[in-house]
């Protein structure tokens, strides 16, 4: 089965249920996000999240790119694995969050 890309744009990510709803998609690999959640609405950085989380595969990645660590703590409440690089490739440099569901456990 060959494997599919889709590129989605949506005016607000509250939107993505109805959208992959509309495209036929189930759960999502990929999400990636450079939404500037620290200057938002925490009322809207929660549904984002929480749409994220009810979208994302089990097994799938929530990448988000910030300038600042305050959405650290929101990201943890939410996910059981939650990574945090830094990268000089962006202009600017940004912080990378890399968020999933795996059990690093094992």
Do not use: H, K
């Not at 690089?85 to 690093?104: H, K, M, W």
Request: net charge negative.
């Amino acid at each position: 089965e060959a494997e599919t890309l889709r590129f989605v744009e949506a005016f607000c990510a509250g939107d993505l249920p109805d959208i992959a709803r509309d495209l036929g998609l189930g759960e999502i690999d990929y999400i990636v996000s450079s939404l500037p959640l620290a200057i938002m609405d925490d009322d809207l950085v929660e549904r984002i999240l929480t749409v994220s989380e009810l979208l994302l595969a089990a097994d799938g990645l929530f990448l988000q790119y910030q300038y600042s660590l305050s959405q650290r703590s929101n990201l943890e409440r939410r996910f059981r694995d939650v990574r945090v690089g830094f990268t000089l490739a962006n202009i600017p440099p940004a912080f990378v969050y890399e968020c999933s569901q795996r059990d690093t456990d094992a």
